[in-house]
């Protein structure tokens, strides 16, 4: 059974299931190369069917094989006749049987649950906001609510946060916190279109220190620099015992005055610096305190946890180590992307009342062919060199040894924001200039933004002090030793990837090289995209990167590109 | 009465112009940090109109011959914007009337480093790939005698940036950061 997952959404994506397993998935970013792309399923077909495309392609199936088209969204509930979204697809299903419109956080809901043994859990979904309750009625796959269910909604509201407790079989909505924007009502009349989220909170700290809305993980980065203490008094974020949320805007308005309108750089600015270690401290406090009023509620060992703000690794760092839950699941795509999947997989569920599993893995992209890279590396004005399996390994690690930046390419791009290991840019660690070579040159970063790591899974205690794995790269910990600059961030922390080699045989084993040569099995794993730009997706957008950026060396599949 | 109920935003983008109209930066920078304050997601937008409205002006400025004041302008804004391809023509144009007609800026010390990462922008524009170079050297031997008696700012950070940027050979570009790191990371 074929299903196309849509997430129509400012982070639009399309992802394709078969008998509930998720067999391709791709963010409409990387078709277009316009970071955060929206699909909108409204005069965008050449976006939305070449998403499409890419995902049979990669099943090697065609329109007409699909069965059903599940649709997410956090904006407004739009049917569409299939007639018109046959067109937007750009082909038609032969034996289809519907079109499903799922809520946004269930969406959310179902992704996470995806990776997991199926074990009763909270599902744990925040991000900026999701479904608008007026909507609700529209939907054909709607959530089943539990008697016990604490709820804090307007009819103009939308969802910002919701948990729902899996028991083995249903899901079952909890929680949920879906206020208005409205401006009379008085928690938000001085929300300048602010929600009452946490979502939304680290917008607002995005804007103000960052003179962007979307610049989320920045400010997590600039946390680091800062001191939480300064506005602990503030109270910005509060939660009663009942688990109403608030979030002051009122207050942040009267206290802070000068946002970084112009994006400077702001390692050296301890206003701002100050404020984005509130915002974390604020988040990291009521996560926990969220989750002690949900577990007590309904008790269990294991979180699912998703949607946009469960990409902050040092709060989830924080629930880890709070020791409430033995098991938690997070994945890589917990942002809009992940609902591509989330409805997919809750259309399969409503038709069949099954649900499948798989480990975690963010590798959903396309395999390109040695033909298809040979053929796109020909159209650049580079040197290349075909490679055997080992020597691309020998080389590459002693490249990076020698601190080398290595651009590397590998088999089937990651799905989420994080570049795994298969669009990657790799550095050694160990040297003092790494930092600066990409934050100066390569990737033109602020200085306060930190790198992360990725360590061979067997050695990933002896060097991080870090609890359980972290495939996805969603957790992180203390760096244990001094020697490693380049990933160490501000507060000797590093959100790292830990890697076994089922997860990812190639990267594993250019990991176990370079541990040969240098002694230490960790390497700087950052993503493969030029500064604006999204991470690159098939050969000639990597060789178009090479050409316009600063690196010397890319690996391409088995082939090496230097520059003349 | 909350803020947002009474803020008139026409009021104040018609100060923003009046303020660039008059060439105040400062006055102009306070009106756009009030814009963003009372409609924050509209930030980049409004960042967008105060450039291009700085954009026009300059030009302006450039055509009247007042240079003087169109380099000023373009020198405070060339350490806050990372790239804008309407602002990288605007400076070409500047660029292109001061060295043509030999004109002599009298820059101090701060201005010269600007300066040098602005002429390594010029030169790699029209495609004078050793003057872009040479600038670009020039801008890091300003920089390192700064070094010397200051960590590195925020507006050295963004001038190696986009200094760098202008070097097309990148093995050249890999050197010269190679050299100013052992400046960078010496003090």
Redesign the interface.
């Known amino acids: 059974m074929w299903i196309l997952g849509i997430s129509k959404s400012h982070n639009g994506a399309v992802a394709l299931s078969n008998n509930g397993k998720v067999i391709s998935a791709i963010q409409a970013e990387r078709i277009s190369r316009v970071k955060r792309q929206a699909i909108k399923l409204e005069n965008d077909k050449t976006l939305v069917s070449e998403c499409v495309n890419y995902c049979l392609d990669q099943a090697g199936i065609k329109h007409s094989d699909l069965h059903s088209i599940s649709i997410c969204t956090p904006w407004d509930v739009v049917p569409i006749e299939n007639e018109k979204l046959f067109n937007l697809i750009g082909g038609i299903p032969k034996n289809y049987k519907k079109t499903y419109y799922v809520p946004h956080h269930y969406a959310h809901a179902e992704y996470i649950l995806h990776y997991s043994n199926l074990s009763k859990g909270i599902i744990l979904v925040i991000d900026g906001s999701g479904t608008k309750e007026k909507d609700r009625k529209l939907f054909n796959i709607q959530e089943k609510v539990d008697t016990k269910c604490k709820s804090y909604v307007e009819e103009s509201g939308k969802e910002t946060i919701s948990a729902y407790f899996f028991d083995g079989k249903e899901v079952s909505l909890i929680y949920r916190l879906g206020l208005s924007a409205d401006?009379n009502n008085q928690i938000n009349?001085?929300g300048?279109?602010?929600l009452q989220s946490i979502g939304h909170y680290w917008r607002?700290a995005s804007?103000?220190c960052c003179?962007?809305?979307s610049e989320a993980g920045k400010v997590m980065g600039l946390a680091a620099f800062g001191n939480c203490e300064t506005h602990k008094d503030l109270k910005i974020l509060t939660l009663d015992l009942d688990g109403f949320l608030e979030v002051n805007y009122?207050k942040l308005?009267e206290k802070f005055?000068?946002?970084n309108?112009?994006?400077?750089?702001?390692?050296?600015n301890s206003h701002y610096s100050d404020i984005a270690a509130m915002v974390q401290k604020d988040t990291e406090n009521i996560l926990i305190k969220i989750l002690t009023i949900l577990k007590n509620k309904y008790p269990t060992d294991t979180l699912y946890y998703s949607g946009g703000v469960a990409l902050n690794m040092v709060a989830n760092e924080k629930i880890i180590r709070s020791n409430l839950f033995k098991n938690i699941i997070l994945n890589g795509s917990v942002e809009d992307n992940g609902t591509a999947i989330g409805a997919a997989l809750a259309a399969y569920n409503a038709q069949t009342g099954a649900r499948s599993t798989s480990p975690l893995t963010d590798y959903y992209g396309k395999v390109y062919s040695d033909d298809e890279i040979l053929k796109s590396i020909k159209k650049f004005p580079f040197k290349y060199e075909l490679l055997t399996e080992e020597k691309k390994y020998r080389v590459v690690s002693s490249l990076i040894f020698e601190n080398n930046v290595v651009g590397w390419f590998q088999d089937r791009s990651e799905f989420g924001p994080r570049a795994l290991g298969n669009r990657s840019i790799l550095a050694n660690p160990k040297s003092?200039?790494t930092k600066?070579?990409l934050?100066?040159?390569i990737k033109?970063r602020?200085?306060y933004r930190p790198y992360s790591p990725v360590v061979l899974e067997e050695y990933a205690k002896k060097f991080f002090d870090i609890e359980g794995n972290s495939p996805v790269m969603m957790s992180g910990g203390k760096v244990l030793s001094n020697n490693f600059p380049a990933i160490t961030h501000r507060d000797n922390s590093a959100r790292v990837q830990t890697l076994s080699e089922k997860n990812n045989k190639i990267f594993y084993r250019l990991i176990k090289s370079f541990y040969k040569i240098s002694g230490y099995p960790i390497i700087l794993n950052t993503s493969f995209n030029l500064?604006g730009e999204p991470i690159v997706e098939n050969p000639t957008d990597a060789l178009n990167s090479f050409t316009n950026g600063?690196?010397?060396y890319l690996c391409i599949g088995n082939y090496l590109v230097t520059?003349n | 009465m909350s803020e947002k109920n009474t803020f008139n935003q026409k009021i104040f983008l018609d100060r923003l112009g009046l303020c660039i109209s008059n060439n105040n930066f400062e006055e102009a920078t306070k009106n756009l940090n009030i814009l963003c304050l009372n409609n924050p997601f509209k930030t980049e937008s409004f960042v967008q109109v105060f450039f291009n409205a700085w954009c026009g002006k300059i030009l302006n400025m450039i055509n009247n011959n007042n240079l003087n004041d169109a380099g000023s302008r373009i020198r405070s804004l060339f350490i806050i914007i990372k790239y804008n391809k309407a602002f990288n023509k605007l400076l070409i144009i500047y660029l292109d009337k001061i060295i043509k007609n030999e004109i002599n800026q009298n820059l101090k010390n701060d201005e010269k480093v600007i300066n040098f990462s602005m002429l390594s922008t010029y030169y790699y524009e029209i495609q004078n790939d050793e003057k872009a170079e040479l600038m670009v050297i020039s801008c890091f031997q300003e920089i390192k005698k700064y070094l010397v008696n200051n960590s590195i700012s925020s507006i050295t950070w963004i001038l190696i940036q986009k200094s760098l940027k202008n070097i097309r050979n990148k093995r050249k570009a890999e050197e010269l950061l190679a050299d100013i790191l052992k400046t960078i990371t010496k003090y």
């Open positions: 401006k009349i001085n300048n279109g602010f607002w804007n103000y003179g962007s809305h009122k308005n005055k000068h946002p309108i112009f994006g400077k750089d702001l390692t050296q003092q200039y600066y070579i934050d100066l040159h033109q602020d200085r500064p600063a690196l010397q520059r």
